[in-house]
């Protein structure tokens, strides 16, 4: 098992900027990929980034890339966020979440642990 707990969101102004961490539990983190996804108001779950075991591979959407970077510190069992630039339409819950393997998968169905979430709100 592993338990993730976001931390990090909040209510910014357009153009801002805010770092989300997760802190791992449970299972040997370092073995494992994690991803970002996230869920605007009235809108289905979709994802955001993630990162390989090693943090040498990372993807994102395609929405948030180049203002959002992933990243993970394996000795803190912690992968962050770090959300510039941000926009209205980034407003959302987001999501940290964990695979049982080590590379990477960009669909919330190739995910194995979720944590609660943490909100985000970009105000205009």
């Known amino acids: 098992q592993v338990q993730l707990v976001e931390s990090g969101g909040g209510l910014v102004q357009a153009g801002s900027s805010l770092r989300l961490s997760c802190a791992a539990s449970?299972?040997?983190?370092?073995?494992?990929?994690m991803g970002w996804f996230r869920q605007g108001p009235g809108k289905e779950r979709e994802f955001v980034a993630t990162?390989?075991?090693?943090?040498?591979?990372?993807l994102y959407a395609d929405s948030v890339k180049g203002r959002f970077t992933i990243s993970r510190d394996n000795a803190k069992n912690t992968v962050y966020l770090q959300m510039n630039s941000l926009k209205p339409e980034d407003t959302a819950v987001y999501y940290c979440?964990?695979?049982?393997?080590?590379?990477?998968?960009?669909?919330?169905?190739?995910?194995?642990?979720w944590g609660q979430g943490t909100q985000v709100t970009v105000s205009s």
């Open positions: 979440a964990a695979r049982r393997v080590g590379f990477t998968a960009t669909t919330s169905i190739g995910y194995d642990y």
């Open positions: 990162i390989s075991w090693s943090g040498e591979i990372t």
């Open positions: 449970g299972r040997t983190f370092s073995n494992t990929a």
